[in-house]
């Protein structure tokens, strides 16, 4: 707490020299600061609902704020990863690139995995924009049969890709251990959970019935253990990684030409996962639409 509070301390001192020009950025820190004291020394103890909602309003946009200041180091500190890790000296780094002090790494509390999970999110976005257009290149029709393992064989490995700069330079198996740590473990399962969901409703997916927790359970499977088979493979452009998702891509086809097999994978995986979806706070997208 009381490091959190110097964290502050420090940042208000140094951006209230920066911008001093900012008059807006200023006056609201200074008054959202100020505001409580001088309303607890006037008569009127109790605030009406009009200053209530100003005082929340002003809460809200300094969280805002910072939360932006936030967003634009941990993208700088994503620069000093292959040198310093997923860490808090990088964090550190990115603040100093952007000329906030070194102290402000304090903003992020769990450390060197909120750089991790921001990464990964970032990475999940990307993949959301471009594999529409990847899917349309290709040729791949979502409503066609058996179209829809292409288009998860096409997501995954791209998405994948995206690790391959940290998984040369040895930096991704840490961020792995990060995030499989038990108390980082929900924010980590929850991200895999989401792009899971995202890759199967690119490929069309409308299931309604226990399949919906099998497809998504087993493309988690394929996925972890092609990550797996990624930070260990040695061979030219990771072709033995590929040659491996290949191969776990043939075995969820098989497993669907076995209606008996798959009834029974789903009662099973059905629990499975959505217990872990209640635990992680995902929501399902079949719930939202």
């Not at 792009?195 to 972890?224: I, N």
């Amino acid at each position: 707490m009381a490091f959190a509070v110097h964290v502050r301390k420090e940042m208000a001192s140094f951006l209230a020299t920066r911008f001093l020009q900012n008059t807006r950025s200023l006056t609201r820190g200074v008054f959202f600061r100020w505001t409580p004291v001088v309303r607890s020394q006037s008569t009127d103890a109790f605030p009406d609902d009009s200053d209530a909602k100003e005082i929340q309003r002003l809460k809200d946009e300094e969280t805002e704020y910072e939360n932006d200041i936030k967003v634009k180091i941990l993208d700088a500190a994503l620069g000093y990863v292959d040198i310093s890790g997923w860490s808090k000296e990088a964090l550190a780094q990115g603040a100093e690139s952007l000329g906030y002090p070194s102290v402000t790494h304090g903003l992020f509390p769990k450390g060197g995995v909120e750089l991790v999970h921001h990464f990964y999110q970032r990475a999940n976005d990307r993949l959301s924009s471009e594999l529409p257009s990847d899917i349309q290149e290709a040729h791949l029709d979502p409503l066609k049969a058996k179209n829809d393992l292409k288009i998860l064989r096409l997501a995954v490995e791209k998405r994948l890709r995206m690790n391959a700069d940290h998984v040369f330079t040895g930096r991704w198996t840490e961020a792995l251990g990060l995030m499989a740590f038990p108390p980082n473990a929900p924010s980590s399962l929850k991200l895999l959970a989401n792009l899971v969901d995202e890759m199967w409703f690119h490929a069309g997916d409308t299931s309604a019935d226990f399949s919906w927790y099998t497809k998504r359970a087993l493309l988690a499977t394929v996925y972890k253990s092609t990550e797996m088979s990624m930070i260990q493979d040695r061979s030219d452009d990771f072709k033995s990684t590929w040659e491996f998702l290949d191969r776990r891509i043939d075995e969820m086809d098989q497993l669907r030409d076995c209606p008996k097999k798959l009834e029974e994978a789903s009662v099973v995986m059905k629990g499975f996962y959505q217990t872990a979806l209640n635990v992680i706070g995902v929501p399902d997208r079949r719930k939202m639409e």
